[in-house]
């Protein structure tokens, strides 16, 4: 039987070929905007609904709104690939900004489509939603529905969308271009190399103290020497928020975010509630690794540093296998799909210069496929991203039998996922371990996540927070800035550091993301959500596939307490929810202290 070798470099021309001079990208870009031009005018000839006989009306213009979407996001997806794999590429920058206008007027035409749909009369729309052409539309139209009421009119909300094109949205573009224009000059293995920020940023889990700390200074001098752009930023980006929240009277920054997470503040005080309570064990955790490395306490610059001196590296193509494998034993769906992306080049994973940092993955609904984004360095720690990037993926293919507007799930649900993909592979990991020395390092990796998301990622809620009060009283220097994000680490790993990372808030990309703002808790949502999952899924075995899918597919049709009521019987505003999750994460950082108890 022939081995297939994977390729490491994703396949954009089966979507689009020729990258950013594309001449049928130019094409589609047209398309879409006769397209939208055609939306426009349907909507401005909308009226208010006043029998249920106007259903046929509205599933029709439901029926265009979604061709327009899927274009748009079409082109919308490719554009970030672009992007992505190469920070240099002037004219992805200016597609950008065209895609970015033509989303800014689909933006304007729901917003109007919203406001006649609240003019409705109570009586009139209950009777409406309940139409079979309509009905199973419920949750999304009453959703637009509530949302127009949080707003101010049309009228002012175009305004603001229009406004957003270069007044809010360009500065999560100029934060993508300092970053692609940073270059840091590290010294790996004797050798001096010129590297991207990503690429300096995989050197935090070499196994050389040097080289880490190194990439770390070299990184934070890149960061302070620009530090004044990223606060201005920084600031320009939540002022807007704060403004427009102002405008249309909401008061808590979380009313946005809780919002588009379909998720109640009761939840999310319960998730971060449960983790204050149990941090200690991954404080023993953190107090352990430093006495591994030698160390009284740790450094920021050591958090994923390897315990052991035989960490064990996989190439892309054993990387690939070994998920490939773990997926077949879960279920039949999940390992096939990920062999169609292994295959077909719907992964980027090369480690090469001017690529974006991070990974992603990304859907291009026309073709009904993904496209996933990372940089892989062999370590364990990439293997899992990948397993999790895959998991994004194969969340859009179970709901490729739901219409496309009822697709829009949420991003703590969508963390559920990929976070179930990426479990599925650590715990393979550690129970195949071939040596008690390879065991640690790769339960080393599990507990490491656990305080991304535990402690990483509650540091990033709490200097967000805190940033958004002080903003409101104006802008927030850099300085203080640094002070903020020092805190809040020292807080959020519950003083288990030795140093922080005081311009941690300008190397993140997640704080300059405009189309999403708090782009932090739903991590940890997803993941604490999934543990949930992946229990149910080792309790009933080869059988639960099918309902794993299901729950997926209600993902984007209610709200986050009700997916759990219904496919989990768990009420998620309460804190033994969480702390079940929690508590498995803790027999992890317990079982890493008693492996290395010999050797600390």
């Not at 509530?146 to 229009?162: F, Q, R, Y």
Request: hydrophobic share 40%; proline share 3%; aromatic share 12%.
């Amino acid at each position: 039987m022939m081995t297939v070798t994977y390729p490491e470099q994703w396949d954009l021309d089966t979507l689009f070929p020729g990258g950013s001079e594309s001449r049928e990208l130019r094409l589609h870009m047209d398309e879409a905007v006769n397209k939208l031009s055609e939306f426009e005018e349907h909507v401005q000839k909308f009226e208010v609904l006043t029998t249920k006989e106007d259903a046929p009306k509205v599933a029709d213009l439901l029926e265009q709104m979604s061709h327009v979407m899927r274009h748009l996001s079409q082109a919308g997806s490719f554009i970030g690939c672009l992007m992505a794999q190469n920070t240099q590429d002037k004219k992805a920058g200016i597609l950008e900004s065209e895609a970015s206008t033509l989303s800014a007027r689909f933006q304007n035409s729901f917003q109007k489509i919203q406001q006649d749909l609240v003019k409705t009369e109570d009586g009139i729309w209950n009777e409406l939603v309940n139409e079979e052409s309509l009905h199973k539309f419920t949750f999304v139209l009453n959703e637009w529905r509530d949302e127009a009421k949080m707003l101010l009119s049309e009228k002012e909300e175009g305004l603001i969308t229009a406004l957003s094109i270069d007044g809010y949205h360009s500065w999560g573009q100029l934060y993508d271009m300092l970053v692609g224009e940073i270059n840091v000059t590290v010294t790996v293995d004797g050798e001096e190399k010129s590297l991207s920020v990503g690429q300096a940023n995989n050197l935090s889990s070499h196994k050389d103290a040097a080289v880490r700390k190194e990439s770390y200074q070299k990184l934070e001098e890149a960061w302070t020497e620009k530090e004044e752009f990223f606060a201005k930023t920084l600031n320009s980006i939540g002022g807007f928020r704060l403004e427009t929240y102002k405008k249309r009277g909401w008061d808590n920054p979380l009313q946005e975010p809780l919002h588009i997470n379909r998720m109640k503040q009761e939840t999310l005080d319960a998730m971060w509630g449960a983790i204050s309570k149990n941090k200690q064990p991954f404080v023993d955790y953190l107090n352990r690794k430093g006495k591994l490395l030698g160390k009284d306490g740790l450094d920021w610059y050591d958090v994923d540093a390897p315990v052991t001196e035989s960490t064990q590296q996989f190439s892309y193509q054993e990387g690939a296998e070994f998920i490939l494998k773990q997926f077949g034993k879960f279920g039949p769906e999940l390992e096939q799909f990920a062999q169609q992306a292994f295959e077909n080049g719907w992964i980027e994973a090369e480690d090469r210069p001017n690529k974006r940092p991070g990974g992603f993955c990304t859907s291009l609904p026309l073709g009904e496929e993904s496209r996933i984004f990372m940089t892989y360095s062999g370590s364990m720690s990439n293997v899992a991203t990948l397993a999790h990037e895959l998991g994004h993926a194969f969340h859009s293919f179970a709901l490729r039998p739901v219409h496309a507007l009822n697709r829009s799930y949420a991003m703590n649900v969508a963390e559920t996922a990929s976070t179930f993909a990426e479990m599925i592979v650590a715990d393979a990991a550690v129970k195949n371990a071939q040596s008690n020395e390879e065991k640690i390092a790769l339960l080393e990796d599990k507990v490491q996540r656990s305080v991304a998301f535990f402690m990483n990622i509650h540091s990033r809620f709490l200097f967000e927070t805190r940033f958004y009060e002080e903003r409101k009283n104006g802008v927030v220097p850099a300085a203080r800035l640094n002070e903020l994000m020092e805190q809040a680490q020292t807080e959020g790993f519950a003083g288990g550091l030795a140093s922080t990372h005081p311009h941690f808030w300008a190397s993140k990309l997640h704080f300059y993301i405009t189309q999403v703002p708090f782009y932090n808790f739903p991590y940890t949502f997803g993941y604490l959500f999934s543990l949930s999952v992946y229990a149910k899924a080792l309790e009933e075995g080869d059988s639960f596939e099918g309902k794993y899918m299901a729950l997926l597919r209600d993902t984007a049709v209610m709200s986050a307490e009700d997916l759990a009521m219904k496919h989990l019987g768990e009420d998620i505003t309460q804190q033994a929810f969480w702390e079940k999750g929690i508590a498995l994460c803790v027999q992890d950082a317990k079982e890493f202290i008693s492996l290395t108890s010999t050797e600390a």
